[in-house]
């Protein structure tokens, strides 16, 4: 009864996504988001029409002017500095603006490129003292604060009085000062168009991924190769250009010059940048977060001064609600991949049925000794051979833990030779008509190497599903393969969401993380044809040549699926509950098929497999050594057939020479053995196999 | 309330008694393979304890109590249970306890008939005994809720039943020292005191002549067992098992424990072992993963052979040890003879003879 809760719980509340959710990068503007929805609820509580549609508009406005000046300050923190001369480059420009329109009497467009050209120039002398010159951010821009600010002062003695007695009267000036289309202000509109390319630019274009490395690292960004020194003097000016559109709208909104204007604003802005969440250490910040932080500042700037609030207190509060965020901030960023950690790995319950026995004399599965008389190949030369595979010259092809494709040549398999190096662990392989070896490589995808030995690779990615949170286009554990008659390559991929090294702790997880892949090679396209496998292991075409037999390690199970045929798409069980951990599967010489069994249950795991609770908590506390793992260090091969009656078995019970066993081959009488943490590859006679069985010739015919 | 706050936080948060860090083999506990490498003197089916009167060395193996003169071992006396502890007096008897509960002193070795009968129906676990101060005979009762086969339950029940006894063979008395101890596993009397080891709390305690124990070792990575007296000042500690975080962490999972407890075969429970790697139905921990064809020595211990050499005071000087790739496992009992140190490896049914000539500088240096 217990058991039954436990197990509907785990089937219907989905506690692996929590992990995956916070593992997303946009998870770090969460805090920042939160603080916003708290401050607006409580102002739009305490101020009647807080959220009317004239209010925001107004709102709008402003944080258009102001958004533009956050967005050229993140970019300057992102890449690693930090602009104060936003305040005076507002007013220059706002002069500028003014100036043009007011008293040379230029046209619209003329007055909007003079006011974008003006903001860069300003920004590049930034740019270059602190790019190029490589002067301190700090020290530089609170100079240029001072000089821009001066020079302000001095233009203004001389031109406030002919600039505030012309009155400008263009439809296209007041559009842009107060326009509105479908109810959205034209400020709010060019922000949204500058805002869009500024995430597209951050997160998808060269020079974008530049300025994060810069800001990350400089040093490793000049290493790599990225033209650092431009880079920066670049951002500078784009900061200057923004503030000048800012100051653009607020010119053709106001129309004034005064002594105030922009004073106290580059405070404005970095608070904002900083309460975004855009960190001043550099390298980290999305627009996003600039937007985010412009309308927390804006919203507690406006919302007290409607409350009447002086600006002392005003300012206070601007300054306190600064240093709670940054606070939850660091704190938050700080931890926030301790607490993935803590939450990713989320065990499921795994019932499984108490298996067949293996007491010798109980059937099928008794132990015995059989695989005691193998003769060795390769021993100390070979590591970590997986699969093992035979061409039709009777070569013995296996992988290697350093990523190499290793042969052994026939007919005494003594001399070795790294027949290819793909970098990979190989893991899974098989031959195509043509003596193409496909190998599936561990954390690389498919891979095909040809009879000229040239590596090339086949695919790495499939298409993405639909629910998925974790991007799983990527091929993390392409596991086995085998070839249909058409060409079609099925392959298994053992977990999605763990890494090669990390299969104990799918293996603790128990949940079904696996897929089976289809790759077409007629259209090169990669499709998944089947999700939520418990680590889909050993794959191979059957009989029909329309399905294929595939090993499901952790759920101790063989099944069949249909690819082609009446039965397209079905899924059966051949057979289930084994006594281990299925691996593995070829052809055998009599029609029937080789598993291997990696591993063999024990009862205190099985046990462990319906208490997901304790294996969470197993695996927060205790070490991965000494964690509960599936026993795989013992094996053993079993044959079968497709009516799922198992016929025989092999064992190396006392474990010297195979403790594990991942795959076998039949080769003319004698089976091969390989085992992904052993030295060796064993070799040993079959009584009554036909001596003449090789798989190529029987898959594809005896040519040549 | 306090008390109870804190286990509770302890408890979420791991710490304090709900931590399950192990100690690491360190110091003079610094592994070496000498017990692994050990001469094997003899083989028996069930050899449970030892005892020397100077001169021969005596076997417990299940109900007989053998004599080891040399190479050749006779037979000395038979009984009808299993013997589970055994004791040579300082007037040339011995003492044993059968099945743990009940002890016999006997005047010689093969005296015909028991001088003294102890049998209370309070003793269980009766598994070591030794000669205590004024002709008097110590033994501790391990648990007085299992018997002595069944200590892998009284330590997965977190058992806190064990009892130090006195027994006085001029009056057939009998006196509790101490009770409530988390397995009491082994005695020996050191000057005025009477060190006794207390399993499951992976410490050695002594108790002085009014009675009050001290603890005289503790946080040990193992699980100590009997002790004996070194031949120059001292004692030889055994520990019968190591200690495993995986093992430390069912001890703090009431629900998983219980049901492995009532589901599994204790031959397969997640538990401290006298020998390991028998079969594959045993629980398997990460670092169990034979490599290239070769077991970690250091991969947590299943079993585990050790055997400590202690000072005066019960300060570790050197230890010898089978380490996990190895099999001379569960050591729980180990005299000094002729300056040789003899020890019985359960786990394969062995007896180990270790040459202690130049040991401690060749361990020390």
Not at chain 1, 152 to 173: E, V
Not at chain 1, 471 to 490: E, Y
Not at chain 1, 497 to 512: F, H, I, K, S
Not at chain 2, 280 to 301: C, D, N, R, S, Y
């Amino acid at each position: 009864m217990q058991d039954a809760l436990l197990r509907l719980r785990y089937r219907y509340w989905p506690d692996h996504l929590l992990g995956e959710i916070l593992s997303k990068r946009w998870t770090e503007t969460a805090i920042p988001v939160i603080v916003l929805l708290i401050i607006t609820i409580l102002l739009s509580r305490a101020i009647p029409g807080f959220l009317s549609v004239g209010g925001l508009a107004d709102t709008g406005r402003q944080a258009g002017e102001i958004g533009f000046i956050v967005l050229g300050m993140a970019l300057v923190v992102i890449v690693g500095g930090i602009d104060l001369s936003v305040g005076s480059m507002f007013a220059l420009c706002d002069f500028c603006a003014l100036f043009c329109l007011n008293v040379l009497n230029w046209p619209v467009p003329a007055v909007i490129v003079a006011t974008l050209a003006c903001g860069a120039a300003l920004g590049a002398v930034n740019g270059l003292l602190i790019g190029y010159l490589r002067l301190r951010a700090f020290i530089t821009t609170l100079i240029t604060l001072i000089i821009y600010r001066s020079a302000y002062d001095l233009l203004l003695f001389d031109y406030s009085n002919t600039i505030a007695a012309a009155f400008p009267d263009f439809p296209s000036w007041n559009f842009v000062g107060g326009g509105v289309v479908a109810g959205v202000p034209s400020v709010v509109l060019v922000y949204i168009v500058v805002a869009v390319f500024g995430h597209v630019f951050l997160t998808r274009l060269r020079p974008g991924w530049h300025v994060t490395a810069i800001g990350g690292s400089r040093r490793s960004a000049y290493n790599s190769g990225i033209p650092v020194r431009r880079t920066i003097a670049l951002c500078y000016t784009a900061s200057g250009v923004l503030t000048s559109i800012g100051a653009l709208f607020f010119a053709a909104r106001l129309g004034t010059v005064g002594g105030d204007v922009g004073v106290g604003l580059e405070v404005t802005v970095l608070t904002a940048t900083v309460l975004g969440g855009i960190s001043l250490g550099g390298g980290k910040g999305s627009v996003a977060k600039a937007l985010v932080g412009t309308l927390i500042v804006l919203f507690v700037i406006n919302g007290l001064t409607t409350l009447s609030v002086s600006g002392g207190v005003n300012r206070m509060v601007l300054a306190g609600v600064l240093l709670v965020a940054a606070t939850i901030d660091i704190r938050w960023l700080k931890n926030r991949t301790r607490i993935i950690s803590k939450v990713y790995v989320s065990p499921t319950y795994h019932g499984l049925a108490p298996a067949a026995s293996t007491a010798p004399g109980s059937g099928p599965f008794a132990q015995n000794d059989r695989l005691r008389d193998v003769t060795l190949i390769g021993l100390g030369r070979i590591e970590a051979p997986e699969d093992v595979i035979l061409d039709r010259n009777d070569n013995l092809y296996a992988g290697s833990r350093h990523g190499d494709i290793m042969r052994f040549l026939a007919p005494d398999y003594q001399e070795m030779e790294v027949f290819a190096h793909i970098g990979g662990q190989p893991l899974g392989m098989a031959f195509d008509r043509k003596d193409n070896l496909y190998v599936c490589i561990g954390g690389m995808g498919l891979y095909r190497i040809t009879p000229e030995r040239k590596v090339e690779k086949v695919t790495d990615e499939t298409n993405r599903s639909l629910y998925s949170v974790n991007d799983d286009s990527r091929l993390r554990l392409a596991d086995d393969l085998d070839i249909a008659d058409d060409g079609r390559i099925f392959f298994s991929e053992a977990t999605i969401r763990y890494e090669m090294d990390e299969w104990p702790v799918d293996g603790l997880e128990a949940r079904g993380n696996g897929r089976i892949i289809c790759y077409d090679p007629n259209n090169g396209t990669t499709r998944t044809v089947l999700r939520g496998l418990k680590f889909p292991n050993g794959i191979c075409i059957a009989s029909d040549g329309q399905s294929i037999l595939f090993a499901e390690t952790f759920g101790c199970s063989i099944k069949r699926y249909w690819f082609d045929g009446p039965k397209t798409g079905k899924v059966e069980t051949v057979i289930d509950n084994l006594p281990g951990y299925p691996d593995n599967i070829n052809l055998a010489s009599d029609g029937n098929y080789w598993l291997a069994m990696v591993g063999m249950r024990s009862p205190a795991l099985d046990l462990a497999w319906k208490m997901p609770g304790f294996r969470k908590r197993m695996g927060k506390r205790v070490p991965i050594d000494e964690w509960l793992f599936p026993n795989i260090n013992t094996g053993c091969v079993i044959k079968f057939n497709e009516r799922g009656e198992v016929l025989d078995s092999l064992w190396d019970l006392r474990g010297v020479n195979h403790p594990m066993i991942t795959s076998m081959r039949e080769h003319r009488g004698y089976l091969y053995l390989g085992g992904i943490a052993n030295n060796r590859i064993g070799r040993y006679k079959l009584e009554g196999a036909d001596p003449g069985f090789v798989q190529y010739d029987r898959r594809w015919g005896k040519s040549k | 309330m306090i008390a109870a706050l804190k286990s509770f936080t302890d408890r979420l948060l791991g710490r304090g008694d709900a931590t399950i860090t192990v100690p690491s083999f360190d110091g003079a506990l610094k592994p070496n393979q000498i017990l692994e490498n050990a001469e094997i003197v003899a083989q028996f089916d069930a050899p449970e304890d030892l005892a020397t009167d100077g001169k021969a060395l005596y076997i417990a193996d299940g109900a007989v109590i053998l004599r080891l003169d040399g190479a050749a071992t006779t037979e000395v006396r038979r009984f009808d249970r299993p013997v589970t502890a055994l004791c040579c007096l300082p007037d040339g008897g011995i003492a044993v306890a059968l099945d743990g509960r009940e002890v016999q002193v006997f005047a010689t070795p093969s005296a015909p008939a028991a001088t003294v009968t102890f049998s209370d129906s309070s003793m269980q676990a009766i598994n070591a005994l030794a000669p205590g101060p004024g002709k008097t005979l110590i033994a501790t009762d391990g648990s007085t809720a299992r018997p002595y086969r069944q200590w892998v339950h009284d330590l997965m029940e977190r058992g806190r039943s064990g009892r130090v006894l006195v027994l006085d063979p001029a009056s057939g008395s009998i006196r509790t020292l101490a009770s409530g101890l988390a397995y009491a596993f082994g005695a020996c009397a050191g000057g005025n005191d009477i060190f006794v080891s207390e399993s499951w709390r992976h410490r050695v305690i002594a108790f002085g002549a009014d009675g009050s124990p001290r603890t005289v070792l503790e946080h040990l990575p193992v699980y100590p067992s009997r002790l004996s007296p070194a031949a120059s000042d001292g004692f030889w500690l055994t520990a019968f098992t190591a200690r495993t975080q995986l093992v430390e962490f069912v001890l703090r999972e009431n629900a998983y424990r219980r049901r492995m407890m009532a589901e599994i075969d204790p031959e397969y429970w997640i538990a401290p072992k006298l020998k390991s790697g028998q079969s594959f139905l045993e629980p398997m921990q990460g670092a169990h993963i034979k490599t290239m064809g070769v077991v970690k020595p250091w991969a947590p211990p299943r079993s585990y052979g050790l055997v400590i050499r202690l000072d005066a005071d019960g300060v570790p000087r050197y230890a010898l040890h089978s380490r996990v790739d190895g099999v001379n496992h569960g050591i729980v009992a180990a005299v000094e003879m002729d300056g040789a140190l003899f020890a019985i490896a359960k786990g394969p049914g062995r007896l180990l003879r270790v040459r202690l000539a130049g040991i401690e500088q060749e361990l020390r240096g």
